[in-house]
């Protein structure tokens, strides 16, 4: 996958748990039929009306035909975009990325997704870390993540599992609004549930080379501080 959509949706109070009944059942394989990939879906576990979502496309004109076939064209968005539309608040938080390099996209899924039904919550967490830069990710801040910042996550148990930067080309279905004129770096971990998270931010915080060394490099290269979601799957969430 060659572009991918980070997507959080702002919903109405009590409303997320409908929405994800409806698209874990609808909204998954009738995507994926019409050249999406849905990479995983979650509920964000520091805003109970948050609902987030990633969605993968091999190129900018893929991701165009996708899109029409099921948004214009398709009748499972036809038939259900309407309730699905009715639990949002606003959808137009979508971040437009491109892996930061050739190997760091999202790995093959493990196992198959859940099928159709499931109802079982995996215990695992997914960790979103958002860089906002001055100015695009270039090789050396590349370089610089992979040499300084990914070795010491991987020591407090929270290897990067993927990366990304703003993709800038046009936005190729504007029926979506993306956001612009912002530059990010948005890096994946996976933990096997919360109590692992917690011991990862502890062991990090701990750690005297990333208070001393690598922090302070890392945040004289950020224009704002670091953004973190905590994001728990679905129960057919293929990220998890």
Not at 118 to 135: F, G
Not at 156 to 176: I, K, Y
Request: aromatic residues 10%; without cysteine; proline residues 8%.
């Amino acid at each position: 996958m060659n572009v991918i959509e980070l997507r959080q949706y702002t919903l109405r109070p009590g409303q997320r748990d409908l929405l994800i009944d409806l698209f874990d059942l609808e909204f998954v394989e009738s995507q994926e039929a019409l050249g999406a990939r849905v990479v995983g879906q979650f509920r964000d576990e520091d805003n109970p009306n948050r609902f987030v979502w990633i969605r993968g496309f091999s190129t900018m004109q893929a991701r165009r035909e996708a899109l029409t076939a099921f948004y214009v064209e398709g009748e499972v968005w036809k038939a259900h975009g309407p309730a699905a539309n009715a639990t949002m608040l606003d959808s137009s938080d979508v971040l437009l990325l491109r892996p930061a390099g050739p190997h760091s996209g999202f790995p093959e899924p493990a196992s198959a997704r859940p099928p159709k039904g499931a109802h079982t919550l995996p215990s695992s967490r997914v960790v979103a870390t958002i860089y906002h830069l001055d100015a695009p990710a270039d090789e050396e801040f590349i370089r610089f993540f992979s040499d300084r910042v990914a070795p010491l996550m991987a020591e407090t148990a929270g290897p990067p599992l993927a990366g990304f930067q703003t993709e800038h080309a046009e936005n190729t279905f504007p029926r979506l609004p993306v956001r612009t004129g912002e530059n990010v770096f948005v890096w994946f971990s996976s933990f096997a549930d919360s109590d692992h998270h917690r011991e990862h931010t502890e062991r990090l915080a701990q750690s005297a080379e990333w208070n001393e060394s690598v922090l302070p490099e890392l945040s004289a290269r950020l224009s704002a501080p670091p953004r973190h979601l905590r994001l728990a799957p679905t129960a057919r969430s293929q990220l998890r």
